[in-house]
């Protein structure tokens, strides 16, 4: 991740009112002074279709692909809604002849935002974009109807980092970060890509545990690496418990006071990598905190 944060893409499909992936991504536009490209998939036919279900007899279909289509569309009068109330507040300042990024003019300003509709069926404009960006955001998977799609496209696709927002609105972003330390790569790609926020926060924590497989023999090496860049890390190990080890490393985060955990993601499926290892999946579903997952 380039340490001058310029262009965040943020995933603006869910199925309730999307407060809280809009403030993880004011919060985030704020600490870095950028801007914030949104996106809405686009509904067709073929792609309510595949949201709609097979199997179903053909007017029963059509029944399904219409109740469908009126849901996907009250979600983009919804989005479109808190946008235009996010503008009257002065909390964004909504540029809606555009849909190219804009670079920000006045930190002092709200930020920038742009609003695109994207086609699902021409994902390779969705993952274009998404590779442009700085980092990605994406709902909750429990707020996304695409979650899967979204996973695929804006994190194992892009290439880029991609910040989950949590169920509820968070308060407060970046001020003191916790990484999910383990000696493997994808660990790696976290560590580097967190510099940036590291630089703006308040208290960094590396957490490691002893149910680690490699039992995480590079710590100490990574703490060094933080302190070359300039940030002083401390080192948490918490111990296994009879609990999911997702939620070992969550509590562990939690206990650090940490508003933002950084994890690396990892998918055992070589064909189809939108599937997310059980302890990355379970970190991303039960989180209260926004997590920045990297590949």
Not at 2 to 15: R, V
Not at 159 to 175: D, F, T
Not at 248 to 261: E, P
Request: net charge negative.
């Amino acid at each position: 991740m380039p340490a001058d944060i310029q262009n965040i893409l943020l995933s603006l499909d869910g199925h309730e009112r999307p407060d809280a992936i809009m403030q993880t991504a004011l919060l985030a536009a704020s600490l870095f002074s950028a801007q914030l490209s949104a996106i809405m998939l686009g509904g067709t036919p073929t792609q309510i279709l595949s949201l709609a279900g097979e199997g179903l007899a053909g007017g029963m279909m059509d029944t399904v692909i219409d109740e469908a289509a009126e849901q996907h569309h009250q979600r983009h009068l919804t989005v479109k809604q808190l946008l235009t109330d996010l503008s009257h507040k002065g909390k964004i300042r909504w540029d809606k002849g555009s849909t190219s990024p804009i670079a920000s003019d006045d930190p002092t300003l709200p930020p920038r935002l742009t609003l695109e509709v994207i086609d699902l069926s021409t994902e390779d404009d969705l993952i274009w974009k998404a590779r442009l960006a700085d980092f990605n955001i994406m709902p909750h998977p429990s707020h996304a109807p695409h979650a899967a799609t979204l996973l695929r496209h804006l994190l194992f696709e892009s290439s880029r980092p991609l910040l989950v927002a949590p169920q509820r609105p968070p308060h407060i972003l970046g001020k003191r970060i916790a990484i999910a330390w383990s000696d493997n790569a994808a660990t790696m790609v976290a560590l580097h890509n967190i510099l940036p926020w590291a630089h703006k926060a308040q208290d960094v924590t590396l957490l490691y545990s002893t149910h680690s497989q490699d039992h995480s023999p590079n710590v100490t090496e990574a703490a060094n690496f933080l302190q070359s860049h300039g940030i002083n890390a401390t080192l948490t190990l918490f111990e296994p418990t009879k609990n999911h080890v997702g939620d070992d490393l969550l509590q562990a985060a939690y206990a650090s006071g940490a508003d933002l955990l950084s994890i690396g993601a990892f998918s055992h499926s070589p064909l189809r990598q939108r599937l997310l290892g059980s302890t990355t999946r379970h970190i991303v579903n039960h989180s209260k905190i926004p997590v920045l997952m990297n590949h």
